[in-house]
C-alpha cells in the first residue's frame, strides 16, 4: 500500500465522538465502501480531512466550521464511488468523454452524502461543502461554477488541502509533484482558486504537524516530524525548490537534505 495512514488515522477521536451515533457509523460505512473499492482515494480523503482540520484550527475557525470542514474534507471525493476504476487508474491523459465521467464524482458527493447520512443541524450543510470542492474563487470551477462569496469558508479549507494532497503524493502511475512546482501551483492560484488567508494558514503550520501528513509510511516520518516543529511549511517547501535555506527562515541544509530523502524515495 503506498503511503499508508497509520501515522494519521484515528487522531481526531473527539470531532466523531460528538458526531452521534448513526452519522458515525453512516461515514464510517461510506469510508468502508471507498476502501474496498479504490484504497488511494480513500486514504486521499483522510488524509484531506485531518488537513483541513489542521488548516481550520489554524485560522481559529469556530467549532462547528473546523468539524465542518474535518467531515467534509474526509467524504469529498465519496461520488468517486460512482467512477469506473479505468478511470480513477487510467494512466494517460483523459479524453473529453472520460473527463466529464471524472468530473461528475463531486455532484455524486452531494448525492451520496444527502441520501445516506443524517447530519445533526448544525453540519446540516456538509454535503455542499464537500460537493463543492472543485469550485473556484473566480467562478471558473465546477460543478456549479459557483464564484467566491458563494464558496462556503469550510469548502475552501478542503480545496487547498485537497489540492496539496493530490500533488504531493504519488499515484500507482506517477510520483509525487517536484516541490517547485506544487508552490507555483499555490502561487498562481493564490486569489483565484485558492482563497489567500486559507492559503497563509496553510503555509505558515508548523512543518512538523503538516509532514506526517505529506510524508507518512510506517513510523520514519513520526520519528523525523520533531525535527521540522521550529519550521513553517511554507518556509521549508520554498527552501526546498531554491535547495538552500531561505533568507530569513530558519530552516537548515540538514532538513532539505531529510526532505528531500523522504519525499522522493519510491514509492511502494
Ligand atoms: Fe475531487
Ligand atoms: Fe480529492
Redesign the pocket.
Known amino acids: 500500500m503506498a503511503r499508508n495512514s497509520s501515522v494519521y488515522m484515528g487522531v481526531h477521536h473527539s470531532i466523531d465522538k460528538a458526531l452521534g451515533i448513526r452519522t458515525q457509523e453512516q461515514h464510517a460505512q461510506l469510508r468502508e465502501q471507498m476502501l474496498g473499492y479504490h484504497p488511494l482515494t480513500a486514504h486521499h480523503q483522510d488524509r484531506v480531512g485531518d488537513m483541513s482540520r489542521i488548516i481550520a484550527e489554524g485560522m481559529h475557525l469556530p467549532p462547528a466550521s473546523v468539524e465542518k470542514a474535518y467531515l467534509a474534507g474526509r467524504m ?2 465519496i461520488g468517486k464511488l460512482q467512477t469506473p476504476k479505468e478511470i480513477l487508474d487510467s494512466p494517460g491523459k483523459l479524453d473529453g468523454h472520460e473527463r466529464a465521467v471524472i468530473n461528475h ?2 455532484t455524486d458527493t452531494g448525492i451520496i452524502l444527502r441520501e445516506k447520512v443524517d447530519y445533526p443541524k448544525r453540519l446540516a450543510d456538509v454535503p455542499s461543502v464537500a460537493e463543492n ?2 469550485e473556484r474563487l473566480d467562478g471558473r470551477g465546477s460543478p456549479n461554477a459557483l464564484s467566491a462569496e458563494q464558496i462556503a469558508i469550510e469548502t475552501r479549507v478542503n480545496t487547498v488541502a ?1 489540492v496539496f494532497d493530490v500533488l504531493s503524493h504519488g499515484r500507482s502511475y506517477k510520483t509525487p509533484t517536484p516541490i517547485g512546482k506544487l508552490i507555483d501551483v499555490f502561487d498562481r492560484g493564490r486569489g483565484t482558486q485558492f482563497d489567500s488567508a486559507v492559503l497563509d494558514a496553510f503555509l505558515h503550520q508548523p512543518a512538523s504537524k503538516v509532514l506526517p501528513l505529506m510524508l507518512s509510511e510506517g513510523g520514519s516520518i513520526s520519528r523525523v516530524a520533531p525535527t521540522f516543529r521550529k519550521v513553517e511549511i511554507g518556509d521549508l517547501l520554498r527552501s526546498v525548490k531554491e535547495q538552500k535555506p531561505l533568507p530569513g527562515s530558519s530552516v537548515t541544509i540538514d532538513q532539505i537534505n531529510s526532505f528531500n530523502t523522504l519525499y522522493m524515495r519510491p514509492q511502494s
Do not use: G, K, N
Open positions: 469529498h471525493d464524482h463531486a470542492h472543485h485537497d
